[in-house]
């Protein structure tokens, strides 16, 4: 059986509703000229807060401080940097943890939603989404509290792991886990909310078809839902890959409010930020923005390409 | 009455509409501005003051309140920060913005980070006036302690001024001490290691560890090298130096019951250790400090604490002490009115309306015996057992064994020990283990900074 694809993405939408009016060519210059608009207010703010900066980041990574070209020489003077080969692994370990998290547990929380009444679905649906609106400091300060056994509603859980002081529970070996479970904490619910999307857009005959035919649940799950929904786990990827390599607040406020137990240059954007503001060379923490950028586009584009994730059918 | 709008009327409506609701926005947007620009302006007898922009911490509020009290014909732009306290670089990420853009800095601002003159007063930043060149006379500048303006100067030149010294001093209770059957105050870091079986036996601690104050209290306090420029741009970081290594192992065989790995101002500490401080190596500021400190007043009924004479390692080790903070004012070189900007920061730091405010020991040696006046009187320290120093003896003493060998350097040695060290004790490693941690990592870090590194 051949599954037309549901998981569009906003292009591909707009093109099948403009293909779909028929009401004369005044209706579709005048929908035209409103996608015009809306397509111009987002180039406009990608080329002030997206392009112009990404430019100059690359022009001050391929300069001198006082000017002057300097081909490869801050990139080489980055990566030689004591710091920079651990704070990728931390990055590294704490992606691992964090996209195997997305993929895994926002899948499977977002299938059994699907397949729970709609009242019911809501309400665990508004639930899930909740923490979302603790993003960033906020929920670093909500996290300190419930990583202190001392403050911790959770503390009989953290002594019986054998954490009796926050010293302990924030030793190196565990910053990834940690800062993982405040990521997926606040992400998740939201693209929680995106899956339960993607797969309401799945049409219902071919769900009962799949049923007629003899698929229990877990096989309608797996065989029909998930791969009509692939292309938004691929997006959703892409975009926590690309913002994960960028983490900075959570390892720079903990280390704050923890009088430095995490170290300033855990992560590459902090080390960024150290050499440009501590060290105050631009040039070679732009370096590592460019660097931070081109992994961010290599991982995109083998995971586009791969999943045809931009293809139309 | 018009029940049906012709498409033309319709479009003019809808045209008259949306110019109408242009002219409003731009309307509001103007009459905005000019409220904003009302708020923005000082008025014209403000515009006629000069104006100074000071940066201070909340323990530096009631000084800078005092200083605005006493010059109101000085408008003053008071801006709270965090004191660029542990490392955090807030001063550097700020000044290297200001730097680019070429204006925001202050006229003058209060650091609680005894390394920043290192930082601030050199390339890339190069923000802190020199100060024994005009803008400062010798005359106030001589009566500032010896060698306290050691971690201000550069090549001859002064940076800043020293707020407070603190110096390490022992601080002890007596009321403690004689439930706990210790008889006498420790001169010899030996003997406070001894004395830690006993504090222990009684669930009391005589100092904590694993704090970013360790090479601050311990090893600076044994003329251990961690951080001593030795020539300008060479550093010598000797963590395997005998001067270490034996104050690493002293406190290696004291129980963790009785010096524990904690942190004096976390969210727990006074609750888990207040009333229960036998002894504490720690900075001249903290004797207000241990007061006040959680559970206190429900433990111990006498929480205040005397200032003992700082330690020396045997009998015969060196009498030298070393420092935790100790705040700094600097002027901006930046400043448009040098000469007010140097002469707020004198007053700040040496007239007694401020320093009788001030929480630690003042820099400024005429200052001293009525700030020590004003402490003792406050009720936050205890009084001394029998043939003990007094507070002013005591604070005195340590001022001038600070080991001045022991320099700022550009990056927070402090901000290794948390992150780097911290961890290892944590979990159960060695202060000799930490030793080795933090040399090699400051030694990294110094070779980053352009140091040349010799062990």
Redesign the interface.
Do not use: E, K, M
């Given at each position: 059986m051949t599954v037309p694809p549901v998981a569009t993405v906003p292009g591909e939408r707009s093109r099948a509703r403009r293909g779909r009016r028929s009401d004369g060519a005044a209706s579709i210059g005048s929908s035209r000229r409103t996608g015009y608009l809306f397509v111009g207010l987002y180039v406009v703010l990608l080329a002030l807060f997206g392009i112009a900066p990404t430019a100059y980041a690359i022009y001050l990574a391929l300069t001198k401080v006082g000017g002057g070209f300097a081909w490869g020489a801050n990139f080489t003077r980055a990566y030689e940097?004591?710091?920079f080969l651990p704070a990728f692994e931390h990055i590294g370990e704490y992606l691992a943890i964090w996209l195997l998290a997305e993929a895994t547990f926002i899948l499977v929380l977002a299938l059994m939603l699907h397949s729970l009444a709609r009242r019911t679905s809501a309400a665990f649906r508004f639930l899930f989404y909740m923490p979302g609106a603790l993003a960033g400091a906020a929920s670093v300060l909500v996290w300190l509290f419930m990583l202190?056994p001392?403050?911790s509603p959770w503390h009989f859980l953290l002594s019986a792991l054998g954490f009796s002081?926050?010293?302990?529970v924030?030793?190196?070996s565990h910053l990834p886990l940690i800062f993982a479970i405040m990521a997926f904490w606040t992400g998740a619910g939201g693209w929680i909310v995106v899956m339960y999307g993607a797969l309401n857009n799945i049409p219902d005959e071919l769900l009962e078809a799949a049923k007629l035919d003899g698929a229990n649940a877990f096989q309608s799950a797996v065989r029909i839902k998930l791969p009509l929904i692939k292309k938004w786990v691929v997006y959703m990827l892409i975009l926590s890959f690309a913002g994960g390599t960028q983490l900075f607040v959570e390892p720079q406020l903990v280390?704050?409010a923890?009088?430095?137990?995490?170290?300033?240059t855990w992560s590459p954007n902090q080390l960024a930020y150290?050499i440009?503001?501590?060290?105050?060379?631009?040039n070679e923490a732009a370096a590592i923005s460019v660097t931070l950028l081109v992994l961010g586009l290599v991982g995109a584009t083998l995971l586009v390409w791969r999943t045809k994730l931009f293809e139309i059918n | 009455m018009r029940t049906v709008r012709s498409t033309n009327g319709s479009n003019r409506w809808v045209r008259w509409h949306r110019r109408a609701l242009a002219v409003a926005t731009c309307a509001s947007l103007a009459s905005l501005s000019f409220v904003a620009a009302g708020f923005g302006s000082t008025g014209a007898s403000a515009s006629t003051k000069p104006t100074l922009t000071i940066w201070y911490d909340t323990a530096r509020k009631p000084m800078v309140e005092a200083y605005i009290k006493a010059h109101p014909k000085v408008h003053v732009v008071a801006v709270l920060k965090d004191g660029d306290s542990?490392?955090?670089?807030t001063y550097?990420?700020a000044?290297?913005?200001y730097?680019?853009v070429g204006h925001g800095w202050p006229d003058i601002y209060f650091s609680e980070q005894n390394n920043d003159a290192a930082s601030l007063a050199q390339p890339?930043?190069n923000d802190a006036a020199v100060l024994n060149k005009g803008l400062v006379s010798s005359s106030i500048l001589n009566k500032f302690a010896h060698g306290s303006a050691g971690l201000c100067t550069i090549g001859g030149k002064v940076y800043c001024l020293r707020n407070d010294l603190a110096m390490n001093v022992l601080w002890y209770n007596p009321a403690l001490m004689a439930q706990d059957g210790i008889t006498s105050v420790p001169t010899t870091w030996q003997e406070w290691a001894a004395d830690g079986a006993l504090a222990a036996a009684k669930g009391d601690i005589i100092g904590t560890q694993?704090?970013?104050w360790d090479a601050d209290t311990y090893y600076w306090g044994n003329e251990c090298p961690l951080s001593n420029e030795t020539s300008p741009g060479t550093l010598l970081i000797n963590p395997a130096s005998t001067n270490c290594t034996e104050m690493a192992s002293l406190l290696d065989g004291v129980s963790r019951t009785a010096l524990p790995?904690?942190?004096m101002?976390?969210?727990?500490f006074g609750?888990?250790y207040g009333g229960k401080i036998v002894f504490y190596p720690g900075a001249a500021w903290m004797g207000g400090v241990f007061p006040g400190l959680g559970s206190c007043k429900t433990t111990n009924p006498d929480c205040t604490m005397a200032a003992g004479y700082p330690m020396t390692f045997g009998a015969s080790g060196p009498s030298v002490t070393g420092a935790i903070g100790g705040g700094l004012w600097f002027v901006s070189s930046h400043s448009k009115n040098l000469k007010l900007a140097a002469s707020a920061v004198v007053w700040l730091d040496t007239n007694p309306a401020s320093q009788n405010i001030s929480a630690g020991f003042p820099a400024y040696g005429p200052d001293d015996a009525s700030w020590v006046a004003t402490q003792s009187a406050s009720g936050s320290y205890a009084s001394p057992l029998a043939g003990e120093p007094t507070l002013a003896q005591a604070f005195s003493k340590a001022a001038n064994e600070i080991w001045a060998s022991w320099s700022a350097v550009p990056y927070a040695n402090?901000?290794i020990?948390?992150?780097?060290v911290?961890?290892s004790l944590?979990?159960g490693g060695t202060q000799a283990a930490g030793l080795g941690i933090f040399g090699s990592d400051a030694a990294?870090l110094a070779r980053?900074?352009g140091f040349q590194v010799h062990t």
């Open positions: 940097d004591f710091r202190d001392t403050l002081q926050i010293d302990l924030l030793l190196p280390g704050q923890t009088a430095g137990l995490v170290s300033n150290y440009a503001f501590i060290n105050d060379n631009f | 542990n490392g955090d670089g550097q990420s000044f290297a913005l730097n680019r890339p930043f694993g704090d970013s790995v904690a942190y101002f976390s969210s727990t609750q888990q402090d901000q020990w948390a992150s780097d911290v961890p944590a979990s990294n980053s900074d």
